[in-house]
């Protein structure tokens, strides 16, 4: 791994084990020399799945194989591996999904549609099906792997390995969500793309695995960004186990005891996003943006993203100056309905302009000492409405460019 | 000035009088210690006039006073200053606009709505208006000043002047078109501002004049990008001056001989947008992305402002790595439909990838040899239609950071 980022957490979390759900992993040498590169997870029949997937008109085989499948909702395995993303690599690609895909079914003895493929790692070359199958018997005969080494498995420029849980208790049980991650988010390094598999013991139905998973990444994995590119890879899964019952099952989205798990939902992914950020390439500060007083959340998402996605504004936090008409800029460039003066931007709560303007007395040299910390919070308040978002993402330094610009070569 | 851009042209050129254009040029004192910093140009009567200007939501209050008065089509005169933008200044911007429109109204009695206004510079600093209604019956007594002075006085962190000129024959006589522009585009820096302003002795009306540069902005202005940022104060105005007359004059957008006019207006837009890219912040490699084979030219617009956009293009042009997948991400992030396996790349004229795969015998350390030239050229050859487009831009650097972390604090 590279030099582990200054934002990152100090410790990998303790992740419980769910119930249903079997892990394996090894190292395949598909192209890494020491790294654990390829996991199995398994799960019990009945298993759920939800699945997001990028919005890149380039998608790599595996998301196009995920796609295609996740209307069913059913999942019996995943398997992802590193160092090859399976991206841009025409028919032979999808060849490759469907052998993988195959290899497992003969082993475990589901359907095809049950069986989700995730890879991540370099564009355009041609991934090893035979090292992948030959594999698979080994990962199902081995003893069960942690949380940590599946973690592992799946990075490949991050600096350090990301998880989170929660639990939260229906009918006096209680029940987890665990979640890992890999990536730095839109930053699509030479080898990267985001994922996350999260999974819970909960018994839900897919339809609502579904509803829910959406409306959670919106305020996770789409509320961040790194440099604003998208991967070729990013996916999203959401397994729930139906290994623990309860008396009374969950079956429609109104249900109010869904709202234990919502909040759970939301709190596993919001950590792993915030983790993706905080591995962002040469990341100095963790930079947080609220948007109130707006009429739409989709609105203070665009002001925010706008915001986040500004070289500008990113290289001024990363330098610690408080060049503030830059996010006047990149709000205007946001294309958002606005008054101007009705704007209010404040920098670690320290106010820079009220409705529109300079506030009196205003000392640059307050608000530069308060940048000096490692987390940035800019709050704007847009005067015109009642709804408010929150963007994460972090700055623009020199190392950015030294990663992306000698990483490869 | 900074250090002057590698990219920068050898010499500004030399630019004709046109008649009926009198241009001066002074230093104010509004922000630098040296340089010119206030022009005021004026025409003579009858001047024909089109403005585009910045879709920033959040424009300066000299963009909000051009586009209220644009629809009248008349110009006497424009008064350009740098160093400060008056953008974020509110109601009292607004004052210091028309107090100035008011002195130059007074001095060469023409009407408000004949007088533009143009600033560049800091954003939200108030602007000092007595500086330049000082100025103004200076400007308007001293001897004329020269296009170079004007092109001087009108930039902020520009590297080097920008100019350019083409001419052409109607009915035997000699017409001219001449442009001087400023900035480092949507780069969009700490004092920074996209300012163009051409100048024609063709007799045009204003609704002419519209149609001709919206097109040609398009293929111009709008076909480059620094980092993507927008200007609050992003201006461009072509004049028409009346001082030679055809014997059959222009009234339509059908007359033929219009066509001359077009390329030497497109000849003169694209000099000075590409002279804005090689002024790009920290720009060490000029690109230029050809889009072809698609349905329509906002589609290979839309594709080659995505590469151009990329900061992950961008690093590995800037490290000369031949790190095509991010070519492949960025085209998938585009949104524009498209099919995978008809794509075609090739980087200075050396095909990479061919119908949506690699090509046999693909020898990386080729590419990455052109790609030790100052000049890239990205072909992209979608394989569905038969529509193109030109985009400009220039790399990213550890230089960019640099400049934009650091230049003000």
């Not at 999808?94 to 890879?119: D, F, L, P, Q, R």
């Not at 919106?218 to 590119?229: A, M, P, Q, R």
């Not at 397994?239 to 989205?253: E, G, H, M, V």
């Not at 015109?384 to 978002?389: A, H, R, T």
């Amino acid at each position: 791994m590279l030099k582990k980022s200054p934002l990152a957490p100090k410790l990998f979390p303790n992740l419980p084990k769910i119930k249903g759900i079997r892990l394996a992993c090894i190292h395949s040498g598909i192209r890494y020399k020491d790294k654990l590169d390829l996991s199995l997870i398994y799960m019990t029949k009945e298993t759920n799945v939800a699945c997001v997937v990028t919005r890149s008109q380039t998608p790599s085989a595996p998301v196009i194989w995920c796609k295609k499948i996740r209307n069913i909702g059913k999942a019996r395995a995943l398997i992802v591996n590193s160092g090859n993303a399976n991206a841009h690599t025409g028919d032979k690609g999808m060849e490759t999904v469907k052998k993988t895909v195959n290899a497992i079914v003969n082993h475990i003895g589901c359907k095809k549609n049950e069986v989700y493929v995730c890879s991540t790692g370099v564009i355009g070359e041609f991934l090893n099906e035979n090292i992948i199958t030959a594999a698979i018997p080994k990962l199902i005969k081995q003893k069960a792997s942690s949380w940590k080494e599946v973690a592992e498995s799946i990075c490949t420029t991050d600096t350090f390995i990301k998880g989170a849980k929660s639990k939260f208790k229906i009918e006096d049980k209680q029940f987890n969500v665990v979640g890992i991650a890999k990536g730095s988010g839109m930053i699509f390094p030479n080898m990267g793309t985001m994922l996350g598999f999260i999974f819970t013991d909960l018994p839900l139905s897919a339809n609502i695995l579904n509803i829910l998973l959406k409306e959670a990444v919106e305020k996770s994995f789409n509320s961040i960004t790194v440099d604003g590119d998208t991967s070729t890879s990013d996916t999203c899964l959401l397994f729930s186990s139906p290994s623990i019952s309860l008396n009374r099952s969950i079956k429609t989205i109104g249900d109010k005891r869904l709202n234990f798990f919502r909040e759970a939902l939301d709190k596993v992914l919001q950590s792993l996003a915030q983790q993706i950020v905080c591995d962002g390439e040469g990341a100095s500060k963790f930079i947080t943006i609220n948007v109130s007083s707006v009429k739409s959340q989709k609105i203070a998402r665009n002001i925010g993203l706008a915001i986040a996605n500004s070289s500008l504004v990113k290289t001024a936090i990363a330098g610690e100056d408080p060049n503030w008409g830059r996010i006047i800029m990149a709000i205007g460039k946001s294309g958002s309905p606005l008054i101007q003066n009705k704007i209010s931007i404040a920098i670690n709560k320290v106010k820079i302009t009220d409705k529109g303007i300079l506030i009196p007395n205003y000392k640059e040299e307050v608000v530069a000492k308060k940048m000096k910390n490692k987390n940035i919070v800019i709050d704007i308040d847009m005067g015109m409405g009642k709804e408010k978002s929150t963007i994460w993402t972090c700055d623009l330094t020199q190392e950015y460019i030294k990663i992306n610009a000698d990483y490869r070569s």
